[in-house]
Nanobody, 118 residues
Framework: VQLQASGGGLVQAGGSLILSCVVS?????????MAWYLQAQGKQRELLAGINSVGRTTYGGALWARFVISRDTSKNTVYLQVNNLKADDTGVYFC????????????WGQGTQVTVSS
């Protein structure tokens, strides 16, 4: 299983962004949980949102109300829309796939950098 994240870049505060995570090697329907994480500089990775094998979504908490996770099973791709971007949203966004018989902690994509300018 391999994950390819993309969609990051330099964006202005208040704008929106859609990140993509293309999954190869396994169907999204056979992945227990696909999740997006943010790692800001000097901080640990934080869970933003997840979507399970049947499309049910979960979010890291009220603080992350600006985030929307979705998927397209025909493209085997998971998306993260980030609205009303803030400076604190700056960092590397990683996608993760957790599935049966997979490695502990799941499989990570390479991450995509998002920089929010004020």
């Amino acid at each position: 299983v391999q994950l390819q994240a993309s969609g990051g870049g330099l964006v202005q505060a208040g704008g929106s962004l859609i990140l993509s995570c293309v999954v190869s090697g396994r169907s999204l329907r056979d992945i227990n949980l696909m999740a997006w994480y943010l790692q800001a500089q000097g901080k640990q990775r934080e869970l933003l949102a997840g979507i399970n094998s049947v499309g049910r979504t979960t979010y890291g908490g009220a603080l992350w109300a600006r985030f929307v996770i979705s998927r397209d099973t025909s493209k085997n791709t998971v998306y993260l829309q980030v609205n009303n971007l803030k400076a604190d949203d700056t960092g590397v966004y990683f996608c993760n796939a957790d599935f049966d018989d997979g490695p502990h902690g799941g499989v990570w994509g390479q991450g995509t950098q998002v920089t929010v300018s004020s």
